[in-house]
């Protein structure tokens, strides 16, 4: 058995952005989610009728696990960008999320999720 990966940080491009120049995409920080925050989400999972609450979660891996962007920047009301704002926020502001399309908010939870997964590479070792 090998050890799982602790990785305070690691830089993430969505799918979207990969065929961009490098200077044109946004790079978000992820890092390892906690036992203890690994273990909020399971069982937070469901509601109290069994119904799945993925929105939900989605947002809590997001701000568990996002650590910070860079390159990415939207005004807000308050002439603020995102990109200014989120980092050392936690939890991050509703508004910073609602600017990530959904597709890439569901991406980036998946990759924040999966980070501390062992590669096929690390596992041959």
């Not at 961009?20 to 909020?40: D, H, R």
């Not at 939900?56 to 704002?85: A, P």
């Not at 998946?110 to 590479?121: F, H, P, Q, W």
Request: charged share 35%; proline share 2%; glycine share 6%.
């Amino acid at each position: 058995m090998k050890a799982q990966n602790f990785i305070e940080k690691r830089d993430y491009v969505c799918l979207c952005d990969r065929e961009e120049p490098q200077e044109k995409q946004t790079v978000w920080e992820i890092g390892t989610l906690t036992l203890a925050q690994e273990s909020y989400l399971d069982d937070h999972m469901y509601d109290e009728n069994g119904i799945a609450r993925f929105g939900t979660n989605i947002i809590r891996v997001l701000n568990f696990g996002l650590k910070g962007v860079r390159n990415f920047s939207v005004k807000l009301e308050r002439n603020e960008k995102v990109g200014d704002i989120i980092k050392g926020i936690k939890p991050w502001k509703d508004e910073c999320l609602q600017a990530i399309h959904i597709r890439e908010r569901r991406e980036l939870a998946t990759a924040i999720r999966g980070i501390s997964e062992l590669t096929e590479d690390e596992i041959k070792k």
